[in-house]
Nanobody, 124 residues
Framework: QVQLVESGGGLVQAGGSLRLSCAASGRPLSSYAMGWFRQAPGKEREFVASINWSGGRTDYAASVKGRFTISRDNAKNTVHLQMNSLKPEDTAVYYC?????????????????WGQGTQVTVSS
């Protein structure tokens, strides 16, 4: 079992930045591919970014590419999402997830463990 806890969400003005963290316990994260997802009110959960086990491959949704950066520190069992140039449409609950097998980039299915989410609100 892997437990994931997100942190770093909050309220920020448009154009600002936030850094989300996902801390894992239970098993080393180095065995898992990791992803960040978000869900806005009334909308389905959507893919934001993913990173493979080594950090050598990253993928992003078109809507965040160039503004968000996913990274991982396997020694500290953490994954981060640096979010710059935030827009009001980025407002959502953000979740991290861990996958023990290869997941196609952009997919929301296939992840074994999910965190409880952290709220990000971007004001205009």
């Amino acid at each position: 079992q892997v437990q994931l806890v997100e942190s770093g969400g909050g309220l920020v003005q448009a154009g600002g930045s936030l850094r989300l963290s996902c801390a894992a316990s239970g098993r080393p994260l180095s065995s898992y591919a990791m992803g960040w997802f978000r869900q806005a009110p009334g909308k389905e959960r959507e893919f934001v970014a993913s990173i493979n086990w080594s950090g050598g491959r990253t993928d992003y949704a078109a809507s965040v590419k160039g503004r968000f950066t996913i990274s991982r520190d396997n020694a500290k069992n953490t994954v981060h999402l640096q979010m710059n140039s935030l827009k009001p449409e980025d407002t959502a609950v953000y979740y991290c997830a861990a996958a023990s097998t290869t997941v196609r980039p952009g997919m929301t299915q296939g992840y074994d463990y999910w965190g409880q989410g952290t709220q990000v609100t971007v004001s205009s």
